[in-house]
């Protein structure tokens, strides 16, 4: 109906509104942010407040990109998309930080998994942040098993981890804006992941055991592309 189109105008117009911000926001931050590494390297003695305002700029940075990943255009290019190279890039990625963690991660695919339609760079995003949340629950170090499989019409991404588990109660509260345990966290993350899945008809299933760890399932239906 009419009144619904101009619901959606509306939004559109929002989000492009949304990402024009979010662009516009992170040009004097990255400024900002190298005349302050610049005045660290000078500075005579160690000035703890540069640290904390550089932690502080990168904190509002990845604030506004994830919400650019929600402020995008509704328009969705799907393209044919490779997960088992999607996730093997993603832990390329993420390789150096999870060594430094302590982190050792092990990836098993199904051969000849089909290829489904996705926006790749969306996908990946949601990867690497469900691996990242996997890594921040083990502190002291431990595994993270990522494995892809066909179930019946659906691929199935895992990502378990042994870390700290999350209590049942709190369950519900993830993926609400800016519920977070971190110190450094924006709460963000799944918010962004679950938006992005269910763009592309799939869901997101949390399992995880106090003290015992995690396992966050992302099922994606495989759709023809013929
Ligand atoms: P952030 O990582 O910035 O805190 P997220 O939206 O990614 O935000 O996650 C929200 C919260 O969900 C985390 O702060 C944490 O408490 C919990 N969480 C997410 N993934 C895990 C995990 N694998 N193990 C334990 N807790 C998790
Ligand atoms: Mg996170």
Redesign the pocket.
Known sequence: TEEMLRKSDKLSVLGQLAAGVAHEIRNPLTSIKGFLQLLESKAENDFEYYEIMLSEIDRINSIVSEFMVLAKPQVMHLVPTNITELMRHVISLIETQAILMNVQIYFNAEDDLPVISSVDNQLKQVFI?LL???I??MPDGGNVFISIEREENDLVVSFA?E????PSDKLPS??EPF????EK???????VCYKIIEDHGGRIQVK?ELGQG?T?KVVLPILSIA
């Open positions: 942040n990242k949340n996997a921040e629950a981890d870390g700290c588990g999350i993830l993926g519920y977070t345990t971190k966290g924006t709460g963000l993350g799944l918010m995880s995690s966050f």
